[in-house]
């Protein structure tokens, strides 16, 4: 699963608690201002992405008669574009490269402005980062999954993508997330 500009606060806080419990990392600052720096990394990348995302349906909106002549298979076409492109845009396409990447740049970040110190290996702390954001991920859709579970056994029935339905998810997202230590 990617990451998408929603879940950055989430796994930032995720980033700013595990760093905090790890045993070896002081936060200088106050975890806020741990959670505020991961974020707007992560975010920074994730627009990267974005931007790139907008490029590639730019240009295949612009060739769409060739594309449809040509019976060429837009998803594929959007991937290859996507593939080419991403050096452009600085954008790590391997997911397991791009979170080592971004695990990296936050951890460069919190020590370059002191609101972490460690004594331990620098690997060490990025690894931290990294599991943070990958043992997100994985909890997402556990967590997806029980919430829409949780709706549907509403009595009032919740029309997904209504704004009610989204304020009932993001709250009982955030309730899991807390029950899970993660928030």
Known sequence: M????????????????????????TLTKGIESVI???QEIIEEDLKKELALEEHVREIIEENEDEIEFMLADSKQLFWMIKKRLAPEYDVILNFEDRFNHLSHKILDYLYEEDLIRYTVPENKVKNIIFNAIVDYIKMYDEIEDKVFEKISNYKRKLVPGSEEFELVFQKMYEEELRKRGML
């Open 36 to 38: 505020k720096a991961a």
């Open 2 to 25: 990617r990451l998408r500009l929603p879940h950055a606060p989430y796994v930032a806080n995720k980033i700013a608690i595990d760093l905090a419990k790890s045993g070896f990392v």
